[in-house]
């Protein structure tokens, strides 16, 4: 799925449902996290529009993602808790490339954002597969579809800039990568735990 070299085993799902509120605080900071992310790649990289145009529209649907998931969290009674530190984000900022050209750190920082959207999307399809609540896999799956297409926005302008970078060659190191990683996760209710 999406490149995606190791799939997450379905009992993570039941780990998840068995604390909604935890999972629901941890992925409400996940989509936070995402329009942020969207936010520093256009104050950083402004002179290419169709990237500000298209990341503009990322970022506003990422706190769309935002506010349905904190509307839940009221909703059943539950409250945010303090934004969660992802360890799993953390390990792939490690992995992407600082040195080099700017255009380089540029097509890294794209296809970290690839990556990102590409597990999110794949955990969430995980949750509205196996989540023994309707409302709640409805939900997981209409964000496991606009994830998908994130996904593809960030890899389509990482090949659209790529002048100095084998984007492909690059794109299977990050996914070569984030398959070793992902081994140690999937016992914890975080999206990318
Ligand atoms: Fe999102
Ligand atoms: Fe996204």
Known sequence: MLGLKLLTDPRWANIAASNLEEILTDHAWCEQKAASNAISLIA????????????TAIAIEEMQHFQMVINLIKARGYTLG?????DYVGQLMKFSRKDGSRNMAFIDRL????????RSCERFRVLSQNINDLELSKFYHELMVSEASHYTTFLNFARRYS????????WQEWLDFESNLIRSYGSKEAIHG
């Open 111 to 118: 296809l970290f954002a690839a990556m990102i959207e590409a």
């Open 163 to 170: 002048t100095d970078v084998q984007v492909d060659k690059r």
């Open 44 to 55: 950083y990289n402004s002179e290419h529009e169709d990237l500000v145009h298209e990341l």
């Open 82 to 86: 303090r934004e969660r530190k992802d």
